[in-house]
């Protein structure tokens, strides 16, 4: 399996001569999810969902599908009938050869003032867990590559750390960086890297690493 980071929250993943994205979003490329076989979508907020990156990936692909909640399902599913499924926490698919687990609810609060919405992770191939943005933690399940969202106005390093502790992956990468300027990267990778408990990096946009 190989993961190539996009910016922000989106990656690609790559096995078996198929494709699959996670959140194409706003600051994503414009191409984030070209030539994918199948996309997720971890909740509607723009940073994670963009209608302009799901119809190029989609239109690109007459055979490709997209899996997502039913808050972003309710906006694309007309424009590409029976290509879109809805699913929620506990439900399990294949897309694009890779076995998926869906976990979590909500999304992270941001203040107390601001309500809830769905959010979901992805869990594939029982090995590489994308969040979406939540510190959900797939329950009984052994993670083997955490994607972490290290950056976000709903959180702070502490609680990425204790995120890190307490699903205990082999290793963790980055996600969810693009509004972490660069002089600030290291200030976080050393806290991280040294309370984290697990081998910890953060990939630019456009490199690629093996998994497993």
Not at 25 to 48: C, P, R, Y
Not at 164 to 192: G, N, T
Request: hydrophobic share 40%.
């Amino acid at each position: 399996m190989e993961l190539t980071k996009k910016t922000h929250a989106c990656v690609r993943l790559e096995k078996d001569g198929q494709t699959l994205v996670i959140d194409p979003g706003v600051f994503s490329e414009d191409d984030a999810a070209v030539g994918a076989d199948a996309i997720l979508v971890t909740h509607e907020h723009m940073d994670h969902f963009n209608e302009d990156r799901l119809r190029a990936g989609m239109e690109a692909n007459p055979a490709a599908e997209i899996w997502t909640l039913a808050s972003v399902a309710d906006q694309i599913s007309a424009a590409f009938p029976g290509r879109v499924h809805t699913v929620g926490e506990g439900d399990t698919f294949t897309a694009a050869g890779f076995e998926v687990e869906v976990h979590g609810q909500l999304h992270a609060v941001i203040h107390p003032d601001i309500p809830r919405i769905t959010n979901v992770g992805f869990l594939l191939d029982g090995a590489v867990f994308h969040p979406g943005d939540a510190l959900t933690v797939p329950e009984g399940r052994s993670v083997d590559t955490l994607l972490l969202p290290v950056h976000a106005p709903w959180n702070k390093v502490a609680e990425i750390i204790d995120y890190v502790r307490e699903v205990a992956p082999r290793r963790a990468i980055d996600i969810h960086d693009s509004l972490l300027q660069d002089h600030a990267r290291p200030v976080y990778d050393s806290m991280i890297d040294k309370l984290g408990g697990t081998d910890h990096g953060r990939l630019t946009p456009g490199s690629t690493t093996e998994l497993g």
